[in-house]
């Protein structure tokens, strides 16, 4: 402050510097000083000058500047050139001395600054240069450790290598040390520094992506966000440093989520983001009062992106209920958000994503929706997203037209069902007048004109809801004044260019009617729609008008990613899905309008398709019977599983009752009387316990006899039913290639189930085998006590009954061991069969994957055909103009 004091305060001698004088003097020590701090100091009062003094500091100073960034520049691209003279700095960072390395580290970040490229290959292929860096990080002094954490977020700037060098260096491990130090969300500077490295190293790059969630540092995330501890509890309000940490670790997760990321890996993460209770921080932070408008949104797009596409936080954020009375779903309160036009616009925004990525292929929550739009005995005072949806889809607000509109395409894309529910919503315009079809309301307002956005947003409405649904398309054209309001809109000769646009949304409109007809209305069948583009619009400029809608701005802008990034309301066009389907339908729309071949063509598509649902449909019921199925095999795996535990406990019993008897043998033998009498009536009772010992272990044989019979009854259902399915699967041909699939899936899982089976049998046999063996020793101990009796006065046959009890035991603790291997064999099936059921499930998603990829095979092959008949009808014009 004493420097600027100097140059842009009143001189001591009274006589005020005039701001050339000024200029004049900072320029020449910007010239002139040797001291980098000095030089720094007159640019930035040169710049604060030049507010005021435009025309002094560009005449004077103008030269001077672009010379001092020249000879900077200059100085780094020397330094750079020898690669030795980073190595140089990089073995400075090993001494501990602070008056060494501090400027060390300063001086490689100027070096970043201003020659990042070249220094981040010097530093690259320098050995141990990373490491070295990343040692700064644990010295204990903060001043050094702070500028290391900028140096590497220099370094780590587009630099896909650099950046896993620096995660495998432990990278991810010591910044969330440094930050739990500094206090996570309510840290300074340093926590924000952090942050950004991390955003480097994540960002776009899949590898540290993966290993940042195989490390379990997902999981580190979560106490960031904890909004219920005392310090978040004792703070009155939301300081700037805490709101951009939010705004930072905010990104970071959506870094880990992004729909740019491969299916599977964001899959992963937002998985593990559900099992941590990362998303239940995020609701709570959405649900939270208090929250500043920027943390908000940016919370609803990240929460959007962690629901996005995956079915089990689909169902948890329905579940989250606002803190209000009575409590409503959180969906509702940010419904409620996006048709209010007193809401900042970024918010409304965020909320329209997120409710994209709430319905985003999830076919259940979209019934739900939609449930609430239909008539219902519930309480009327209820508000429900339905009736927010209509709310805003006819207010004055043109922006909340346009957001309802793009809600409900949403609430129905991909789903005729729904298409078809949506069709029964009936409205009450007025008192005394009759309901009417939410269809012909929205046709009813486009036709009244309005606003532009209003009228974009319910073309797109209508144009996704009538595409694929041909009962759709006979509702709209039930009403006479459809049709005739869509051929006046197209054949309209405005040059605006918002007229442009919404001609050519009426051309897509007219063109869908033309394309999903079944004639059953004869007025406006297929011929006679083809007939009068023809005679009132011309094909030429339907064609016109249809192709112009890619060539809009606003329409390439939307087609790049789901989520909005408008600044203005007035840029809100196009919606992302919307554009997914105009392009997989424009060339088909061309070819039903043009073509005359194209009915029968079109009939023997439809027909094909819905036999190719048929197809599809039987098949989706026969893998659900099987998966019913192979539960109930699983349940009962478990059932016989819990029954050889049981036997096991048994089995420990009689070794310890043998145990018992072999004490009590010995016994007898230090403790032989006189009198034969007596130890023969002992030898007697024992023979009988050791018999009644030898008929519970047959007992327990059989049951386990009779467990595995039954599992084997149960197996052979299972395989008759596979076997069934099986023969009904070889019956159907329309769709060789699922049916292949599907046909090797079973032939396989039947195979499994027949070596399961023989597995099963084998052990039945062991048993059989195992209970003979125990008659033989059960015979032979009846044989003994006969034995016993006759011999009861002779000392020499008690030793030898005494062997052959010994024997008998030693064959049973044999028929324990057979019996335990037994058990062993059974827990192998079961692991078997546990096997079976994930290649089962893996099975199932390959086939998904497979109708994905014959989608977009058939998708590519109708753009070619039409490229093909735009280049043929190209060299036609040609050939005509050279025979002219």
Not at 391 to 411: E, I, K, P, Q, R
Not at 655 to 677: F, G, M, R, V, Y
Not at 852 to 870: F, I, N, P, S
Request: charged share 25%.
């Amino acid at each position: 402050m004493d420097y600027f004091r100097k140059y842009l305060g009143p001189s001591q001698g009274g006589v005020q510097p005039t701001g050339a004088d000024t200029v004049e003097r900072l320029v020449d020590r910007v010239q002139s000083s040797t001291l980098l701090d000095d030089r720094r100091d007159a640019v930035r009062a040169l710049k604060a000058m030049s507010k005021k003094f435009r025309l002094e500091v560009g005449t004077q100073a103008m030269e001077i500047l672009i010379k001092t960034l020249e000879t900077d520049r200059l100085f780094t691209e020397i330094f750079t050139k020898t690669p030795s003279n980073i190595s140089l700095l990089l073995s400075m960072l090993e001494e501990y001395d602070f008056h060494v390395r501090w400027p060390t580290v300063k001086l490689l970040t100027t070096l970043l600054t201003n020659r990042c490229k070249e220094l981040q290959e010097c530093i690259l292929v320098s050995p141990m240069g990373v490491s070295k860096l990343m040692d700064l990080l644990s010295d204990s002094r903060e001043i050094i450790r702070n500028d290391a954490l900028l140096l590497l977020i220099q370094l780590t700037r587009n630099n896909g290598n650099i950046q896993k060098i620096v995660a495998f260096e432990n990278a991810f491990e010591r910044l969330f040390s440094i930050v739990d130090e500094e206090g996570n969300s309510d840290g300074g500077i340093i926590v924000e520094d952090c942050l950004l490295l991390l955003t480097n190293l994540l960002k776009g790059n899949i590898s540290n992506q993966n290993f940042f969630r195989e490390s379990s540092f997902i999981q580190r995330l979560t106490p960031f966000f904890d909004m219920d501890s005392e310090a978040q509890r004792s703070q009155a309000g939301w300081s700037a440093q805490k709101v951009t940490n939010i705004h930072l670790m905010l990104g970071l997760v959506r870094n880990l989520v992004s729909p740019n990321n491969p299916q599977q890996q964001t899959a992963a993460c937002q998985r593990t983001m559900f099992q941590c209770g990362l998303l239940m921080k995020l609701c709570t932070i959405l649900m939270a009062s208090g929250v500043p408008a920027d943390v908000l949104t940016e919370t609803i797009n990240t929460v959007s992106e962690v629901i996005r596409g995956n079915l089990q936080n689909q169902e948890y954020f329905a579940s989250v209920l606002a803190p209000s009375t009575p409590p409503r779903p959180a969906i509702v309160v940010l419904l409620m958000s996006m048709v209010n036009e007193k809401q900042p616009f970024t918010l409304r925004c965020s909320v329209l994503y997120c409710f994209q990525s709430f319905l985003y292929k999830n076919e259940v929550g979209q019934s739900q929706i939609i449930q609430t739009l239909l008539p219902t005995s519930s309480d009327v005072n209820t508000i429900t997203a339905g009736q927010l949806l209509c709310g805003g889809l006819f207010s004055a607000d043109s922006l909340s037209n346009w957001f309802a509109a793009v809600a409900l395409l949403h609430a129905i894309e991909d789903n005729p069902s729904q298409k078809e529910q949506l069709l029964r919503v009936q409205l009450a315009t007025s008192i005394g007048n009759p309901p009417i079809s939410l269809l012909q309301q929205c046709c009813n307002i486009l036709a009244q004109g309005g606003k532009m956005q209003t009228r974009v947003g319910l073309l797109m409405l209508l144009s996704a809801w009538l595409a694929d649904s041909t009962v759709t398309v006979a509702h709209f054209l039930a009403s006479t004044a459809n049709v005739p309001f869509l051929i006046t809109q197209v054949s309209a000769s405005d040059s605006d260019e918002h007229e442009l646009l919404v001609q050519g949304l009426c051309a897509f409109l007219l063109g869908i009617c033309c394309l999903y007809n079944d004639d059953q209305n004869e007025t406006f069948s297929r011929a006679s729609l083809r007939q009068i583009i023809e005679r009132r619009i011309g094909l030429e400029t339907f064609t016109d008008k249809l192709t112009q809608i890619p060539k809009f701005e606003s329409y390439t802008k939307a087609a790049k990613k789901p989520h909005l990034n408008s600044k203005q309301a007035s840029d809100i066009i196009f919606d992302y899905e919307f554009t997914s389907i105009f392009k997989s339908l424009e060339s088909d729309v061309l070819k039903a309008v043009s073509s005359a071949a194209f009915m029968e063509e079109s009939k023997k598509k439809m027909a094909s398709m819905q036999e190719h649902e048929k197809v599809v449909n039987q098949y989706k019921g026969l893998i659900q019977e099987q998966d019913q199925e192979l539960n109930e095999t699983k349940q009962l795996y478990q059932i016989i599983q819990q029954k050889y535990t049981n036997q096991e406990k048994e089995i420990g019993e009689m070794k310890d009752l043998i145990q018992q008897l072999k004490d009590k043998n010995a016994l007898l033998k230090a403790q032989k009387a006189p009198s034969p009498a007596v130890e023969d009536g002992k030898k007697d009772e024992e023979l009988r316990s050791l018999q009644q010992e030898m008929e519970n272990l047959r007992l327990n044989l059989t049951e386990k006899d009779s467990a595995l019979g039954r599992l084997k009854d149960d197996l052979t259902r299972a395989e008759a039913q596979i076997i069934t399915q099986n023969d009904t699967e070889e019956n159907k041909e329309n769709n060789p290639s699922e049916i292949a699939v599907l046909s090797a899936t079973v032939n396989r899982l039947n195979i499994d189930l027949q070596e399961c089976r023989q597995i099963i049998t084998n052990k039945d046999s062991e048993i059989s085998r195992l209970q003979v063996q125990y008659n033989e020793a059960n015979r032979e101990v009846e044989t003994l006590k006969q034995t016993a009796v006759v011999n009861s006065h002779s000392e020499v046959d008690t030793s030898s009954l005494e062997k052959e009890i010994n024997k008998l035991k030693e064959e049973k603790s044999q028929l324990m061991e057979r019996i335990k291997k037994s058990n062993e064999e059974n827990l192998k099936a079961i692991d078997k069969y546990n096997k079976l059921e994930e290649e089962k499930k893996s099975i199932e998603n390959d086939r998904l994957g497979v109708e994905d990829e014959l989608d977009t095979l058939k998708k590519e092959q109708e753009d070619l055909l039409v490229l093909l008949a735009d280049q043929d009808t190209k060299i036609d014009k040609y050939k005509t103009k050279l025979k002219n």
